[in-house]
């Protein structure tokens, strides 16, 4: 090979090394530039996520199931959660059982109420009712909370679902 070859094969071979450089480095920036946008989108979470209080503030049209064996099928009536500070909640409440032997039960007043971080509630109405509290506890989804319930000292039991306005 002649010595203009020899040189002109150098210069293809350090064009083609820089070229090879420039690309690794370009890929290794733009996997560090995409590695970085994926911890900001997993840092960013949900507003509403693990470490927040589910937003617990309106009114909720609810409504309970009975067994049949109560002689009440359902009741419903509404809930109105007007303050929360972190877990606690307050508001009132007024709901109409069908009386299913006798006339129809009233149950008013908001007593003890707490929502947790993971969605699980748990609420009394009725707290000064001489039979015993009426006693809701369940999970909040989204507008919707739903679970069981259990009214009075003889425990007649069943389901409940609430949903906001």
Request: with cysteine; charged share 15%.
């Given at each position: 090979?002649?010595?203009?070859?020899?040189?002109?094969?150098?210069?293809?071979?350090?064009?083609?090394?820089?070229?090879?450089?420039t690309?690794?480095?370009?890929?290794?920036?733009?996997?560090?530039l995409?590695?970085?946008?994926?911890?900001?989108?997993?840092?960013?979470?949900?507003?509403?996520?693990?470490?927040?209080?589910?937003?617990?503030?309106?009114?909720?049209?609810?409504?309970?199931?009975?067994?049949?064996?109560?002689?009440?099928?359902?009741?419903?009536?509404?809930?109105?959660i007007?303050?929360?500070?972190?877990?606690?909640?307050?508001?009132?409440?007024?709901?109409?059982?069908?009386?299913?032997?006798?006339?129809?039960?009233?149950?008013?007043?908001?007593?003890?109420?707490?929502?947790?971080?993971?969605?699980?509630?748990?609420?009394?109405?009725?707290?000064?009712?001489?039979?015993?509290?009426?006693?809701?506890?369940?999970?909040?989804?989204?507008?919707?909370?739903?679970?069981?319930?259990?009214?009075?000292?003889?425990?007649?039991?069943?389901?409940?679902?609430?949903?906001?306005?």
């Amino acid at each position: 090979m002649t010595a203009p070859r020899i040189a002109a094969r150098r210069l293809v071979n350090a064009e083609q090394e820089s070229t090879h450089t420039t690309v690794v480095t370009q890929c290794a920036a733009q996997r560090a530039l995409m590695l970085a946008a994926i911890v900001a989108l997993a840092a960013c979470g949900d507003s509403s996520g693990p470490d927040k209080y589910p937003d617990m503030l309106g009114s909720y049209d609810i409504t309970a199931t009975f067994p049949p064996k109560s002689g009440v099928s359902t009741g419903s009536g509404t809930i109105t959660i007007t303050g929360q500070q972190d877990s606690t909640l307050t508001g009132d409440a007024t709901v109409v059982i069908p009386g299913g032997w006798g006339p129809d039960i009233v149950v008013t007043g908001f007593g003890v109420a707490a929502v947790q971080k993971n969605g699980s509630i748990r609420f009394n109405l009725a707290p000064n009712d001489p039979d015993g509290a009426w006693t809701f506890s369940g999970h909040v989804n989204g507008s919707t909370m739903s679970g069981s319930q259990t009214k009075g000292r003889n425990s007649v039991a069943g389901s409940w679902t609430a949903t906001r306005r």
